[in-house]
């Protein structure tokens, strides 16, 4: 299990103590966690105040020496030591824990949203923030939106305090109060994620209230807030500072532009290791409060770093070898053990536990994997797999929460897939290659990796019916099931000798995949890629009766009652009642499509035909445009012997 059993402290926190209230000495103690005010829960570190006892005895025994002079050396160097054994020379030395900030109450606690150092707001691009942002009922609409959809997936701010700090910036902000730039760049970036993710309405109450497009605004915040945030030197603006650059790297993984989003982590995590969040945090002057949100923070940056680097192909950012990973404790949002792991965060720290995992295996973070080293994670990935509490188990796992909580079964979903993704990213080879004249080992991975790839299709629609229609444009979903369903077919395409496992599951699976990409296809940029990608793929596999048979009654029945959902890929009839769907199947595809990408000519094609199948063709996929995609996926990972169209 990933959470921490709550601390037993020696006292009551200093709220309780304010307040005159009893309090269950854990942190967050009852009545803090019920007043919804954790960041207030502090306690007086025990160990300070033992120390300074001791001390006061040294310094008495001292003074009595001072009284009776000897002249004697070794007496005069032991005084002159104890001159300076107060204490703030040992908390200097790193010896005695700080009590600034645990001593805070409700009267001094310091906003991140109003400067105390910065005397007037003149610099032009603070300026430009403010005249940027949208007027306050707006900005409430995209605060609250941010903070039920987006921040349930990357829980980087606490809602209590964050909503504390934004009623004082705005307070701030009518009395000419000096404003922090980073909070600033934070409520810029949050309002920049928000307006891409807003559902119809809310989209057309913005547009309509601010007389601009939603990818203007979106963009001129994004815009705005970096030009802000250059203005704040490296190591300054503490946890918020690292907050508004993580959402920088959110924003551009939202517009599907990855190699910058993979830069602008890297940039948060420098900025988180300005501030040490890599190391253990025992000897840090902070609140417990505090120490939980840098365990939060710089376990969501562990779980990017690992995850888009592998997606990329490119090194770690972080070294495991020199950071210490501490879990959060999952505490924060109930004090009931029973409920930890309903925690927003607990997803993000079950994935963080899987990369320190696969980061030990020797050679995984070099890029290229062997066959042992695939067979090392499967093993250590289904151990994790093991380890997952009821909630997100793979097999009956348990849904009681899923109506109260319902980011507890998008999570389920999006472990399963990860877990998936890791197992079958070094098993991709087995199904770009012709394995009967290899070793035995690798003709033996191949119905593993099968069998994966179908598990990881399953669960990754699984994870986009619980995402649509509101977070359509996470990308994660879409993408992967593209990236599986091409390597299938592509496994179909080398199997001259018709020996490939489980053949009716892989044409169900790509089949519902292309089901599956054809509905978000008018929505989201990344699903018409993928989409026309998969299509004009399938359409070059070889023919087969019983493939064609399958396919033409898939057709047919759909023609009369609508989709048909195969069991092994349940997009739940839920999905296909939505309006939203009904809506989106009556439209021909290509007539409103984003770009531009999927025309009406791939409409009506039936992948399957044999009109279709010539291998020929294959080099038509070169031709197709995978624009942003393009930094992600690259066709010669299918080893179609792809060639490009000759030169101009």
Partial sequence: MVHQAATRLATSCTECQRRKQKCSRDWPCNHCQARRVAHLCKFPAKKALKVTRSMAKTASLDNARAASPQPNLETSSLGGIAAVTNDNAFRML??????????????????????????????????????????????????????????????????????????????????????????????????????????????HKLEADLEENAQNLAERYHRTAKQLSTTIAPGQGGLTQVQQLFLNAVYCKIEAQFVESWHALGTAIHQAQELGLHKASFKVITSEFEREMRRRIWCILYD?????????????????????????????????????????????????????????????????????????????????????????????????????????????????SIGYMVMFLPLKPCLTMNVDDKPSVERSLRPIAIDCALKLMESSQRMLTYMLPTSAKFYFAPFIMFDTAAFLCSAIIHDRTRTLPNQDRIIEAIGSAQEALKQISESTKTGAICYAALTRLAGSMPPRQEENATMVSRSSDESI????????????????????FAEMDAKMLGNSTEAGIVDASLAGLNPFQPGNNELAELDDLINIDMCELSQIWDWNTLDLTLQPPPAA
């Avoid at 009518?174 to 891409?196: D, H, S, V, W």
């Avoid at 793979?394 to 109506?403: A, C, G, K, S, V």
């Avoid at 009652?561 to 939203?580: I, K, M, Q, R, W």
């Fill in 94 to 203: 790193g010896y005695l824990p700080g009590t600034e900030a645990t001593n805070q109450s409700a009267e001094n606690y310091q906003s991140a949203a109003i400067s105390l150092d910065l005397p007037s707001m003149d610099q032009p691009e603070m300026k430009e923030a403010m005249r940027g942002l949208p007027p306050k009922p707006n900005a409430d609409i995209l605060v609250q939106y941010f903070l039920s959809e987006i921040n349930e997936q990357y829980p980087c701010v606490y809602p209590p305090t964050f909503l504390h700090d934004y009623a004082i910036w705005w307070s701030g902000k009518a009395k000419g109060q000096a404003l922090t730039p980073e909070f600033t760049c934070l409520l810029l970036r949050i309002c920049a994620c928000a307006t891409l993710y807003l559902d119809n309405d809310a989209r």
């Fill in 304 to 416: 990017w770093d690992w995850q888009m680097s592998l997606l990329l192909s490119r090194p770690f950012i972080i070294n495991s070898n020199y950071c210490s990973v501490e879990l959060p404790n999952l505490c924060l949002e109930s004090s009931d053990p029973d409920e930890f792991e309903l925690s927003p965060i607990a997803h993000t720290a079950y994935q963080c536990q899987l990369g320190q995992t696969i980061s030990k295996i020797p050679g995984v973070m070099g890029g290229l994997m062997t066959s042992a080293q695939a067979i090392a994670i499967q093993q250590e990935t289904e151990r994790w797999f093991k380890t997952l509490p009821a909630a997100y188990r793979l097999e009956n796992p348990d849904t009681r929460w899923d109506q109260s909580h319902k980011f507890v079964a998008l999570h389920r979903y999006q472990l399963h």
């Fill in 561 to 580: 009652e609508g989709p048909c959902t195969p069991p092994s890929a349940p997009l739940g009839p839920e999905t296909y009642n939505d309006p939203y």
